[in-house]
C-alpha cells in the first residue's frame, strides 16, 4: 500500500525558511514522478514543483527562485527547501506521487500525502 507521509511544516516570519519532507513507502520509489502541491483556504489544490524519476525538476511560476525539491532515493525520501517566504506562500503543503505523467497538474498524481501546514506572518 502506497503511502506519503509529509512533515516539517510550520510557522514562518516572511522571509523565512522552512524544508519539508515526504516519507514514502509501499511501492517502487525511484519510478515515479513526485510532486509537491498546495492549497490555500478558498482556493483550489495547485503544483508547486515536481521532481520525475531522472532528477528532472519543474517549478510554478510564483515560486521559481525561491524553493528548490529533491529527493534522496536511498531513503524514499522527499523534501522541498522553502526560502525568502511569502504570506502568500500560506497553504497546506501536500506530498504527491504519479506512476505515468509528470508535472505540475493535479490530476495527473494518483497518491497523496495527508499534508503539512505552513503559516508565513508578514
Known amino acids: 500500500q502506497v503511502q506519503l507521509v509529509e512533515s516539517g511544516g510550520g510557522s514562518v516570519q516572511a522571509g523565512g525558511s522552512l524544508r519539508l519532507s515526504c516519507a514514502a513507502s509501499g511501492y517502487n520509489y525511484s519510478r515515479y514522478c513526485m510532486g509537491w502541491f498546495r492549497q490555500a483556504p478558498g482556493k483550489e489544490r495547485e503544483g508547486v514543483a515536481s521532481?520525475?524519476?531522472?532528477?528532472?525538476?519543474t517549478f510554478a511560476d510564483s515560486v521559481k527562485g525561491r524553493f528548490t525539491i529533491s529527493k534522496d532515493p536511498a531513503k524514499n525520501a522527499l523534501f522541498l527547501q522553502l526560502n525568502n517566504l511569502k504570506p502568500e506562500d500560506t497553504a497546506m503543503y501536500y506530498c504527491?506521487?504519479?506512476?505515468?505523467?509528470?508535472?505540475?497538474?493535479?490530476?495527473?498524481?494518483?497518491?497523496w500525502g495527508q499534508g503539512t501546514q505552513v503559516t508565513v506572518s508578514s
Open positions: 521532481i520525475d524519476r531522472y532528477g528532472r525538476t
Open positions: 504527491a506521487a504519479s506512476e505515468y505523467a509528470c508535472g505540475l497538474t493535479r490530476s495527473q498524481y494518483n497518491y
